[in-house]
């Protein structure tokens, strides 16, 4: 049993990798919004259209610098020059956070629900996220 884990972690070693630094990507950038939500804007249940720009800015910027450093190292465990990587990365994620914001347009002009559509978007996302640093950001191919 435990040579067969290690075999599967072995051949799926990057994609596990990659979805828990996902997960802890999701909890830095949640904790960096709801501590700026605290800190700056005392709390507001309900912020006003300025303060959810503000906080989904920090959202975004926590979750994309964690996830740099984090997938640089765990998960495709690169070597390559920084200066190369990072505006790539950061390229890559506004590519992504623009086909979020896409999908949730159209899913919202279509009328479904935003509880799928956040579903659907994700899942895209990270898909899109995944082959964005895996081919693009990431590779290991020598110039």
Request: charged fraction near 15%.
């Amino acid at each position: 049993m435990i040579d067969k884990i290690k075999e599967l972690w072995k051949k799926y070693e990057e994609i596990i990798s990659y979805l828990i630094v996902g997960g802890m990507t999701t909890v830095v950038s949640w904790a960096a919004m709801f501590l700026v939500n605290w800190i700056a804007f005392g709390n507001p249940l309900y912020p006003t259209s300025f303060q959810n720009i503000v906080l989904s800015v920090v959202n975004w910027t926590a979750g994309v610098i964690f996830a740099y450093f984090t997938n640089r190292r765990f998960v495709f465990k690169s070597h390559a020059s920084m200066l190369q990587e990072i505006p790539k990365f950061v390229l890559s994620r506004v590519f992504t956070l623009v086909l979020d914001l896409v999908i949730r347009q159209i899913f919202g002009l279509m009328g479904i629900n935003v509880y799928v559509t956040t579903v659907v978007s994700a899942v895209l996302v990270i898909i899109g996220n995944y082959i964005f640093s895996k081919l693009f950001v990431f590779n290991k191919k020598k110039n």
